[in-house]
């Protein structure tokens, strides 16, 4: 597992920690609005650099945030979280979901303290939104896991603008109950010529409304 880009102090992307955020390569989706895909072919080699940096960070930074990209994708994953752990740091884990098998052995070696999981779309959207149907199926054994895994989680959904109304009732109901749902608005992807527009920001308002039905804490980022 490579770490091909990392910022090295966060104040927005581990709730109440200062963290340091690790970014992976490669990803098995290809989502059209992705705002990191120049980072999904990336060859550079950050990973000793990055240990580097944060064996001077103690006790000025909380936690390490690792992103891709889609770090469950790595056999060795646990084995860096691990050697985070040991330096003192708590960690974060942004993930997709296609990979319940990793999450689960995460989560059983306490090897992650908070994870964040994208809900792309509902299951009949999917592949039209990753352009990939690769493993999309284990999309839902993924959210069980999760929520009821004790480790402090939330899902989260960006409202692209092929995601209608109807489409967020279906991604609310498909976790309802869960202790957090972020609905965050779509950027237009830097790489992306004639991008689409954004739904408007009260659209995005009525769709956190409509979510709250099925998960009561959900809230616009």
């Known amino acids: 597992m490579k770490i091909v880009k990392f910022i090295k102090n966060s104040f927005i992307d581990y709730p109440r920690h200062i963290a340091t955020v690790a970014f992976t390569h490669g990803c098995n989706w290809s989502c059209w609005y992705c705002q990191n895909a120049d980072l999904l072919h990336e060859n550079a080699d950050l990973t000793q650099e990055f ?38 740091f708590d960690v974060k884990l942004d993930t997709n979901g296609t990979n319940p098998e990793m999450l689960a052995e995460l989560i059983g070696n306490n090897l992650v303290d908070y994870i964040a999981m994208d809900i792309k779309a509902p299951i009949s959207k999917l592949s039209q939104i990753t352009l990939s149907r690769n493993k999309i199926e284990r999309v839902a054994e993924s959210i069980e896991l999760i929520k009821n895994s004790g ?71």
């Open 51 to 88: 240990f580097e940096f944060l064996s001077t960070r103690k006790g000025l930074v909380d936690g390490v945030v690792i992103c891709g990209g889609e770090p469950t994708i790595h056999a060795d994953l646990p084995q860096t979280i691990r050697k985070i752990k040991e330096m003192g």
């Open 151 to 221: 480790v402090e989680y939330e899902f989260r959904t960006t409202v692209t603008p092929d995601l209608t109304e109807n489409d967020i009732e279906e991604m609310a109901k498909s976790i309802a109950g869960a202790k957090k749902y972020i609905l965050q608005q779509y950027n237009k992807p830097k790489l992306l010529a004639n991008a689409p527009e954004p739904h408007k920001i009260e659209t995005v308002k009525h769709f956190v409304s409509v979510a709250q039905k099925w998960v009561p804490a959900c809230e616009l980022r």
